[in-house]
């Protein structure tokens, strides 16, 4: 999920998503590189971190990577 959305942003989700399962699997996209975002995605829960624009191969590959 991205980390700007409407309403709640991706980070928050990501938090409240790893609260009602704990075995779910968050992954961000966005445009932010910042390091500060990075940390709190993970902190929150997140797999992983994808910054945008990224390529369909290497999206496929990061998220088919954390299929279970």
Excluded: W
Excluded at 36 to 58: I, W
Excluded at 61 to 66: D, K, M, Q, R, W
């Amino acid at each position: 999920m991205n980390v700007r959305m409407p309403v709640l942003d991706g980070i928050g989700a990501s938090e409240d998503i790893i609260e009602y399962d704990a075995d779910a699997t968050t992954v961000i996209c966005s445009g932010n590189r910042q390091d500060e975002k990075l940390k709190a995605a993970v902190a929150a829960g997140a797999v992983d971190y994808l910054t945008k624009p990224f390529q369909r191969a290497g999206f496929l590959e990061v998220v088919t990577s954390h299929l279970k």
